[in-house]
């Protein structure tokens, strides 16, 4: 099974930025898509970012298009999200997954992804 650990999230001023890291166990790795999710107190998880096993494609919600990247470091079995201009409504706990089938291209929806981490808590002041 494998098991994913987030880290990087903390308190920081509106405009600013944050880096996070996920790192996975296993051994099939980079033939996975991964993806960041994020959930604000109260609503529903949605999607943020999402990665091919490559790293070649890349998808972004509206909500953080032009703000975050996405990317992974496959020898490191890490991937990361990088935000930049930070926004109170960015506040959440974002959790990083790991797709249910490998050399899959379909990264969007929580339903796509078999196995998530505990998160790590990101919290935005205006």
């Known amino acids: 099974q494998v098991q994913l650990a987030e880290s990087g999230g903390g308190l920081v001023q509106a405009g600013g930025s944050l880096r996070l890291s996920c790192v996975a166990s296993?051994?099939?790795?980079?033939?996975?898509?991964m993806g960041w999710f994020r959930q604000a107190p109260g609503k529903d998880r949605e999607f943020v970012a999402g990665?091919?096993?490559?790293?070649?494609?890349?998808y972004y919600s509206d909500s953080v298009k032009g703000r975050f990247t996405i990317s992974r470091d496959n020898a490191k079995k890490t991937v990361y999200l990088q935000m930049n201009s930070l926004k109170p409504e960015d506040t959440a706990d974002y959790y990083c997954a790991k797709h249910r089938l490998p050399y899959n291209s379909n990264y969007r929806q929580a339903s796509d992804f078999g196995s998530w981490g505990m998160g790590t808590q990101v919290t935005v002041s205006s």
């Open positions: 296993g051994s099939t790795f980079s033939i996975y898509a």
């Open positions: 990665i091919s096993g490559s790293g070649g494609s890349t």
